[in-house]
Nanobody, 121 residues
């Protein structure tokens, strides 16, 4: 069984920074893409950033230049460094991993449980 465990959320003032981490557990052989999504109250879940196994990255326009996604393949971990945070970044942030090979099983997609980020003064 593969699980994604997130950490690093919390309350931060506008202009501040937070770093989210997400580690995949299980007998993992490889993970293709990893990413972060977010869902604000009353809104649909949206892609924030993703990173391929090759390290190619993709960002939502709203976070370009402020957020940086990275991954450590040896640790099966993805990070999201969030700088210059704005109140509109307030949301539950979900970790996502696609095309996981673990043991004898393939997992097309796995989600984390979510971590709350609140940007407020």
């Amino acid at each position: 069984q593969v699980q994604l465990v997130e950490s690093g959320g919390g309350l931060v003032q506008p202009g501040g920074s937070l770093r989210l981490s997400c580690t995949a557990s299980g007998s993992i052989f490889s993970i293709n893409a990893m990413g972060w999504y977010r869902q604000a109250p009353g809104k649909e879940r949206e892609l924030v950033a993703s990173i391929a196994k090759s390290s190619n990255t993709n960002y939502a326009d709203s976070v370009k230049g402020r957020f940086t996604i990275s991954r450590d393949n040896a640790k099966n971990t993805v990070y999201l460094q969030m700088n210059s945070l704005k109140p509109e970044d307030t949301a539950v942030y979900y970790c996502n991993a696609k095309n996981i090979v673990a043991g004898r099983d393939d997992y097309p997609e796995v989600w984390g449980q979510g971590t709350l980020v609140t940007v407020s003064s």
